[in-house]
């Protein structure tokens, strides 16, 4: 049922145009960040290996090598949780950005732009959340919400 005063007027097609440059920017440095949060999850999962690699041939002081590596075993899940954690958001952020600059899946477009504003999911947690309202802002605006497919 159409509000009154409305029956009869034909309701304009969506400004495509208009509304991709609009989320262009935010979608843009959203993806970058989102990136940047990918490799920085991506080179910290691998770090623990690459340590245990390292006090492995600093075999100086065994007794030291071995406290060093216990306490890398020990460490070891929670990294890989936090960074595992930090690799699917980061990855959730960037394909969402994307459909955001393509004005695809509305929804997606809004997790990835909360998403990115969520502390400490990528290398830059506070950079990421000014950027994150500003998309949110862009994408509650009615005509870049209409022409979204």
Do not use: H
């Not at 947690?125 to 870049?144: D, E, R, S, T």
């Amino acid at each position: 049922m159409q509000p009154p005063g409305t029956m009869g007027t034909a309701v304009p097609p969506p400004d495509r145009e208009s509304a991709k440059s609009a989320v262009a920017a935010p979608a843009i440095i959203l993806a970058i960040i989102a990136g940047l949060g990918i490799l920085g999850a991506l080179a910290m999962l691998a770090l623990p290996q690459v340590l245990m690699q390292l006090v492995t041939q600093a075999q100086a002081d065994p007794a030291e090598a071995e406290r060093l590596r216990e306490q890398l075993e020990a460490n070891r899940a929670v990294s890989m949780a936090s960074y595992g954690l930090m690799l699917v958001l980061s990855a959730v952020a960037l394909f969402g950005s994307i459909k955001m600059m393509r004005l695809q899946s509305y929804g997606l477009a809004m997790t990835a732009a909360i998403v990115s504003m969520v502390p400490c999911v990528g290398p830059c947690c506070c950079l990421a959340i000014p950027f994150g309202i500003w998309a949110l802002v862009v994408l509650m605006k009615p005509n870049v919400k209409a022409a979204f497919q």
